[in-house]
């Protein structure tokens, strides 16, 4: 089995429809916590750090082989928990960092909440550490949108990323930091790079579950 936190709904759906198409047969139990979001926002990420390390507990004592977090924002405190636990704890962005970097050092970055930048940016230089590769991130903040994710308004969400994706230029790789943004990975028309965390990050925790 494999956990997945999730700080929406939203979420849940995308992925049951991800493992049908790549991982039938994988079991997902996912845990929905909105308010760790919440408070990562008004506080820090640091703040939510005992209740990531509960939640991922309990997951284990479930049963789960691994979990997989699919918030950007709190990505890396859950990383960090997973030190003192007996489960690998994977972040949903990494393998999308580690594939922008390998496209080349201009990389862009685009999300609808400001906590999630810095956060994003700080992984995608760990990763080009770790590569040895060169990298220059410009990040972006997509004006209006987190406004219409939150009320529910989809279409408008991705359609504002997906433009703001196509108004990128001079750049090897364009990173849509958030989950929920994949959708304008195949809206976009740019001819740079555009990549999204669900699909190879399910790949990756499907992998630490032992079910690849």
Same mark, same amino acid.
């Given at each position: 089995?494999?956990?997945?936190?999730?700080?929406?709904?939203?979420?849940?759906?995308?992925?049951?429809?991800?493992?049908?198409?790549?991982?039938?047969?994988?079991?997902?139990?996912?845990?929905?916590?909105?308010?760790?979001?919440?408070?990562?926002?008004?506080?820090?990420?640091?703040?939510?750090?005992?209740?990531?390390?509960?939640?991922?507990?309990?997951?284990?004592?479930?049963?789960?082989?691994?979990?997989?977090?699919?918030?950007?924002?709190?990505?890396?405190?859950?990383?960090?928990?997973? *030190?003192?636990?007996? !489960?690998? @704890? =994977?972040?949903?962005? #990494? %393998?999308?960092?580690? +594939? /922008?970097?390998?496209?080349?050092?201009?990389?862009?970055?685009?999300?609808?909440?400001?906590?999630?930048?810095?956060?994003?940016?700080?992984?995608?230089?760990?990763?080009?550490?770790?590569?040895?590769?060169?990298?220059?991130?410009?990040?972006?903040?997509?004006?209006?949108?987190?406004?219409?994710?939150?009320?529910?308004?989809?279409?408008?969400?991705?359609?504002?990323?997906?433009?703001?994706?196509?108004?990128?230029?001079?750049?090897?790789?364009?990173?849509?930091?958030?989950?929920?943004?994949?959708?304008?990975?195949?809206? *976009?028309?740019?001819? !740079?790079? @555009? =990549?999204?965390?669900? #699909? %190879?990050?399910?790949? +990756? /925790?499907?992998?630490?579950?032992?079910?690849?």
């Amino acid at each position: 089995m494999l956990a997945l936190l999730h700080t929406s709904p939203v979420h849940v759906p995308v992925f049951d429809a991800l493992r049908d198409e790549t991982h039938p047969g994988l079991e997902l139990h996912h845990m929905v916590a909105e308010d760790l979001l919440t408070r990562a926002r008004a506080e820090g990420p640091d703040a939510v750090a005992q209740d990531v390390r509960t939640l991922v507990e309990v997951a284990a004592g479930e049963g789960a082989k691994a979990v997989l977090c699919t918030c950007s924002t709190i990505g890396a405190v859950a990383e960090s928990v997973a *030190a003192s636990l007996r !489960v690998p @704890v =994977l972040r949903v962005d #990494r %393998p999308m960092a580690a +594939a /922008a970097v390998a496209e080349g050092p201009r990389i862009v970055v685009l999300a609808a909440l400001e906590s999630t930048l810095g956060p994003t940016a700080a992984l995608i230089g760990e990763e080009a550490r770790r590569a040895g590769r060169p990298a220059r991130v410009r990040t972006v903040l997509v004006e209006g949108a987190w406004a219409r994710f939150e009320a529910g308004d989809s279409e408008a969400y991705v359609r504002l990323v997906a433009d703001a994706a196509d108004a990128v230029t001079d750049a090897d790789a364009i990173v849509l930091a958030q989950a929920s943004m994949a959708p304008a990975q195949h809206l *976009a028309t740019t001819s !740079v790079s @555009v =990549l999204s965390s669900p #699909r %190879p990050g399910l790949t +990756a /925790a499907a992998e630490a579950a032992g079910s690849v």
